[in-house]
């Protein structure tokens, strides 16, 4: 489950509900009872019926008239580091689902980051399937690889991450430094 997964990877997981606490676990027994997986709800909900956390929050849907009484509130995600900081928000509107597999995605590149003085490139951990090297030959060794952070000295690089793999771009500029995933962990 992906709950388990966050409490894996040390987060602590909360929501919020514009409708009364009470209402949102009914709510959610009639969502578990249909679901195709056995889902439990462990973490904490809540209440906010009088909209002030998600006014204050910017959860309002813009895409609801001002003249409605209740507007919806858009799904939000905050993932919030461990001094306290916003690293990343995802709002979908009130019609749209989240999606869990890439929470626990956006986590995952943000721990790894904050941890290894990496990033992870668009559509990790499927990236970098065939990359060209060097030689004229094609790569499949760096499916999953991340990139250094330019942060990261070309000295400490050597030291961290010896395997590393320099893309050879055309302004020459050495700053595509690949890491194999299996090198970072």
């Not at 439990?40 to 006014?55: L, M, N, Y």
């Not at 509130?73 to 900081?85: G, Q, Y």
């Amino acid at each position: 489950m992906k709950y388990d997964r966050l409490c894996e990877l040390d987060c602590l997981v909360a929501t919020l509900s514009v409708d009364p606490v009470k209402s949102h676990e009914e709510w959610l027994r009639d969502v578990v009872a249909h679901c195709e997986n056995e889902i439990e709800v462990k973490f904490p909900i809540i209440g906010d019926a009088d909209r002030s956390i998600s006014t204050a929050f910017g959860m309002l849907d813009p895409g609801n008239s001002d003249e409605q009484k209740l507007p919806l509130t858009i799904r939000a995600v905050f993932i919030i580091n461990p001094e306290n900081k916003l690293m990343l928000a995802l709002n979908y509107p009130a019609c749209v689902g989240r999606n869990m597999d890439e929470i626990v995605r956006c986590v995952e590149a943000l721990q790894l980051s904050y941890e290894k003085s990496i990033a992870t490139p668009a559509n990790w951990p499927n990236n970098h399937a065939d990359i060209p090297m060097p030689d004229g030959s094609r790569s499949t060794d760096y499916k999953g690889s991340v990139f250094l952070l330019p942060t990261v000295s070309e000295e400490e690089a050597k030291q961290r991450y010896p395997g590393y793999h320099t893309c050879d771009v055309p302004s020459k500029i050495p700053y595509l430094r690949l890491v194999k995933q299996e090198d970072v962990q």
